[in-house]
């Protein structure tokens, strides 16, 4: 059992840390441009939110097969497919969790407002500087609300990481496939343990984020 | 010419600006105008936040021309907004360095001496969230004079203050404007902030700067007597004014 803790464990940090990683110039992007396409990216990028999961994960699976063009890109760093292995559920992961990283950095960055920009503008930053030494601590409440929503929505997902994961013991297994393993072959002494598990994780984060918001709106 | 000429033009929303100034070296020109008239958008043009044609020289530096376009970070200015705008992260003294540390380094004895004359010894290490709007804005003002400006920009800094910040902070302006050998431009339509606080004024009407200066000049002249009248009569009379006339 331990070792499917291990591997959600490692895959939700891995794919919160990538997921920020790459999550925060789409939505400094977002918040700052006045284009009118840019609610048309909001939009894709906001799609995981309603797409049912095996819809992601069936085009997911075909992009990391061993046909596709991204594969064939890949196939000179000897790389030949993703599917049914860790890598590829950290990508699939990434998508899926999307929009839970964009949206509360976004919303933070456009809280903030063009102000302190150009006030570190005034002061000689210049954007980068200014980015970092600014932008990025004044959202950093959004930043963390980020990083708990992808992390708990990562280790919440099942339909996207069965399909591109396939579920192998060891290797692409996470809890919540082995709990539908174990309901399978009726083993529900076994699912419950980490079905509860699970159970007060969910709430811990939910308190969590209650506990952020409320810190949030006492000191604004 | 070592002050400031300014030649802008452009629309900013319903107000098409088509402006030309100079500005004395040293000296508080303020900057006036009905509300609507664009003083806030002709500041920000000046600091470069915001993009109009024509040409901004400070101290014989190009800030912008018809090729150049320098851009605000690298425009030796000090810009104290409407709003102080400390950034809510940094103590205030984390503020005040702020701009220091990027335009040549933090150097202690000017520190401690703009600290003395605004008074923010005992803020220092406060977070910003609990500053009175007073304090605020002395803090911004100390801020934008830490940074090493050529030029310091002033955009209506009083006018979200209630009377008694008002009255607590304008002697400290007074006493920044005697010591200070710095162009200022400084925006307001108080009536009292100009006539204790400007050498020589600017109207901007319908898009365009005049000089409003004559009246005040000459009344401040009548009230005045040595150094002082001596520095307004330079002051106009680098403005173009004749304080006799």
Redesign the interface.
């Known amino acids: 059992m331990l070792d499917v803790i291990w591997t959600t464990v490692r895959l939700a940090a891995v794919t919160t840390i990538l997921l920020l990683v790459l999550a925060t110039p789409l939505a400094w992007w977002l918040a700052r441009r006045r284009t009118w396409w840019k609610e048309i990216v909001a939009a894709v990028a906001s799609l995981p939110i309603v797409l049912p999961p095996t819809v992601l994960g069936f085009y997911l699976l075909l992009l990391l097969a061993p046909q596709s063009p991204l594969m064939a890109l890949l196939h000179p760093f000897g790389v030949r497919t993703l599917a049914f292995t860790f890598e590829g559920l950290v990508i699939g992961s990434m998508v899926y969790s999307l929009p839970f990283a964009v949206q509360p950095i976004r919303a933070a960055f456009e809280a903030m407002g063009e ?2 920009m ?10 980068l ?2 980015f970092v ?2 932008a990025l ?2 959202a ?1 409440r959004g930043f963390l609300g980020a990083a708990i929503l992808v992390f708990a929505h990562t280790v919440g997902e099942f339909g996207v990481v069965l399909m591109i994961g396939g579920s192998v013991p060891g290797k692409t297994e996470v809890v919540s496939t082995r709990i539908y393993q174990l309901v399978e072959s009726l083993q529900f002494g076994e699912a419950h343990k980490l079905a509860a598990g699970l159970i007060a994780f969910a709430f811990a984060v939910m308190l969590a984020m209650m506990l952020i918001e409320r810190t949030g709106s006492r ?1 604004t | 010419m070592s002050g400031v000429a300014v030649r802008l033009k452009g629309r900013v929303g319903p107000v098409a600006l088509n402006v030309a100034f100079e500005a004395p070296a040293v000296g508080i020109t303020a900057l006036t105008g009905p509300s609507g008239s664009g003083k806030t958008s002709l500041v920000r043009a000046i ?3 915001l993009r109009l044609e024509g040409e901004v020289r400070v101290g014989g530096a190009v800030w912008q021309d018809g090729r150049t376009f320098v ?4 425009r030796a ?3 104290v ?1 409407q ?1 102080a ?1 400390l ?3 940094l103590s205030v003294r984390e503020n005040l360095i ?2 220091a540390r ?2 040549g380094g933090v150097d202690p004895a000017t520190l401690d001496e703009t600290v003395a004359l605004l008074r923010l010894e005992p803020l220092l290490a406060r977070g910003v ?1 609990a500053l009175s709007g007073g304090e605020r804005q002395r803090v911004a003002l100390g ?2 004079l830490l ?1 090493r400006p050529r030029l310091l920009l002033m955009d209506e800094p009083l006018s979200s203050l209630d009377a008694a910040a008002k009255a607590e902070i304008l002697p400290y302006l007074e006493s920044l404007h005697r010591s200070l050998a710095l162009p200022v431009i400084y925006v307001s339509h108080a009536r009292d902030e100009i006539d204790r606080l400007a050498d020589r004024v600017l109207m901007l009407r319908d898009g365009h700067v005049e000089p409003a200066g004559r009246p005040d000049a000459e009344a401040r002249l009548a009230t005045l007597g040595g150094p002082e009248r001596d520095r307004l009569a330079l002051a106009a009379l680098r403005a173009g004014l004749d304080p006799d006339a």
Request: proline share 11%.
């Open positions: 102000r302190p150009e006030v570190a503008a005034t002061l000689r930053a210049t954007p500087d200014a030494s600014i601590p004044m950093r000191r | 600091a470069g936040l851009p605000t970070h690298r200015l000090g810009y907004f709003e705008s950034l809510p992260h702020y701009g990027r335009s969230g801020r934008a940074a």
